[in-house]
């Protein structure tokens, strides 16, 4: 599925998902969005807690999803990342750490809302959620909107760091699907992310 340019109007699509659009000048343009990495990668402060044991759940068979993983990371930390990186700390997580490791990823990522990744094995494309802790905090610190920008300065609050999920097609770091460690021994909801 392809995006529309602004100011044209858009034609029937190719076979494939190609999208065309005729622009004002009547040249037709097409465009088609492809996976590069073949992976959609998740990046989600409340996954990768659960996955670095910060985070516990009442029950391996209790259904999850981002929503019960946020509320438990409020819990928690009663909205505190100072709360956080103590706990965090222990596993060599902090704020310089994180930074430094937003700086060697380099460059800008453009990424999306993960709302309605399922993860499924009909999905043409594999869904995986990053279980690195500190690549996590680094990404989600050092996001605008949807775009992760290296050389930003980190933004270390709550709701940068837990308010939101995202998603991109690169190959960030450790993204296992559901259906492996250390995902595949909880129960998740129709939309885990």
């Not at 391996?60 to 009663?78: C, G, I």
């Not at 499924?120 to 594999?126: A, I, L, N, S």
């Not at 308010?163 to 129960?187: I, M, S, T, V």
Request: hydrophobic fraction near 40%.
């Amino acid at each position: 599925m392809s995006t529309q340019p602004s100011g044209c109007t858009r034609l029937p699509d190719l076979p494939g998902g190609i999208g065309r659009y005729l622009d004002r000048h009547r040249t037709q343009r097409w465009g088609q969005l492809i996976p590069v990495h073949g992976q959609t990668s998740i990046i989600s402060l409340p996954h990768a807690c659960l996955a670095a044991g910060l985070l516990e759940t009442a029950g391996v068979r209790q259904t999850l999803s981002r929503s019960s993983l946020s509320m438990l990371a409020q819990e928690k930390w009663q909205g505190s990342v100072d709360r956080f990186f103590n706990d965090a700390a222990r596993l060599g997580v902090d704020q310089r750490s994180a930074g430094r490791r937003a700086r060697d990823l380099g460059g800008a990522i453009i990424g999306w809302h993960p709302a309605g990744c399922q993860g499924t094995p009909d999905d043409e494309v594999r869904l995986g959620i990053c279980s690195d802790l500190n690549l996590t905090v680094a990404v989600l610190s050092c996001c605008v909107d949807y775009i992760f920008i290296s050389t930003r300065v980190p933004d270390f609050s709550w709701a940068a760091l837990f308010g939101k999920a995202f998603a991109c097609d690169d190959d960030l770091g450790p993204a296992p699907a559901l259906d492996q460690a250390p995902w595949r021994q909880y129960l998740w909801g129709s939309e885990p992310v």
